[in-house]
């Protein structure tokens, strides 16, 4: 802990992950003595880079570029590339010990890592990216490869920047591999993976609802951000039968009684996805739905919450106020965004709630589809890849019923992800022996 005293959003994620896998431990006397969670939270290797780049009035410009490679026991370091100006060493390193977990979760060999820099991508041209990008890539190409390391997408980064990214890459070592996923579809990205995440939460919501003998179908849907996970939450949410009635971004969030249909989704994502502009755009074009500035959600009554933003969105006072509201499950598309409090509101409650490591991994799972086509030189159809992505939630569903049901209905799945996530990565760490 003191090694890390200054890094506060790592040592949530590693005080979760060890007040469950400790426990766990200590009824296992295979995995004790061996210091495993210990060699876990360390990182194999840390990589800082200056990046420098040259902005449209010609001014120079720094920013600070980073690789965690925290885990390579089960496979390639894997996991995305973040571009916001909250980035840091605390930040990308909880998302990448939290990724090994996940990682290993999906059941793909697939090690954690994690990596971005603190450029704020917000009202820079196309240029802008491009250049940054590159200037990014050019030094973190030295660091990864397919059978090494395979960054992906995160915040900030989409297809877009993913594009200028594997392009730089390939120019500069002249080859073409399958060194990036989410790629465009023309260059060997995989069908569904833009969808993967956000539909993959709402499969794995739907199997939690089924414990309970409930569904999608007619129930009120809140969901916080409007990017990536956001969009394809709503959609998939709503093709379910759900009515999503909220999406927001940093200045607030939007509510449409009606719900957000197909119709007003294109339209959400022509804001984000084309004009990269805000959120609040919505009610201009649908004036029956208001813009609540500086405020996040929560305050919606929802039977189902969906938190898609980002970490530490969702508090203990918020957590209450869905709670009291009825909430009856809340799955994370986004990486941490409970807050420990808010968790602890949620598991009292024993309403259903599901750590993002579960149920948002079926972005990295769909990740990890795109390594094996790559590979193959194949590219599978949108029915394959979403049918694959199902029964990857469904196991990862199960997963967490193995290890987290307290016998007595109730299904603790931050304990279920926590352990199984660790069992596997911990029996390779034993297999390879002390390295
Ligand atoms: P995007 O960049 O596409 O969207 C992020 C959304 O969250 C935007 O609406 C953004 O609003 C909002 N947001 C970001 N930072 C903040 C902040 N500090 N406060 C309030 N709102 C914020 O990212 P993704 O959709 O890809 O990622 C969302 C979450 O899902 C992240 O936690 C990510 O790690 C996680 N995730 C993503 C995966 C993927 O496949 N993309 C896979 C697994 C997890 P604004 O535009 O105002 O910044």
Redesign the pocket.
Known sequence: AKRNANEPEFMQAVREVAETVIPFIEENPKYQGKMLLERMVEPERVIMFRVVWIDDKGITQVNRGYRIQMNSAIGPYKG?I?F?P?VNLSILKF?AFEQTFKNSLTTLPMGGGKGGADFDPKGKSDIEIMRFCQAFMTELSKHIGGNTDVPA????V?GREVGYMFGQYKRLRNEFTGVLTGKGISFGGSLIRPE??GYGDVYFAHSMLQTRGKSFDGQTVVVS??????QYATQKATQLGGKVVTM????GYIYDEAGIDAEKLAYVMEIKNVNYGRISDYVKKYPSAKFVEGKRPWEVKCDIALP????N?LDEAEAKTLVANGCICVAE???M?STPEAVTVFTNAKILFAP?KAS?AG??ATSGLEMSQNSLRLSWTSEEVDDRLKVIMKDIHEACVQYGSDGNGYVDYVKGANIAGFVKVADAMLGQGVV
Do not use: F, K
């Open positions: 995305g973040r916001h909250s998302l997408g995160d915040i900030g989409g993967a995440t951000g409007s990017g990536n996970v956001a927001s971004d940093s200045s898609c933003a980002t970490q969105e598309g986004a990486n965004p993002g948002n972005g990295v």
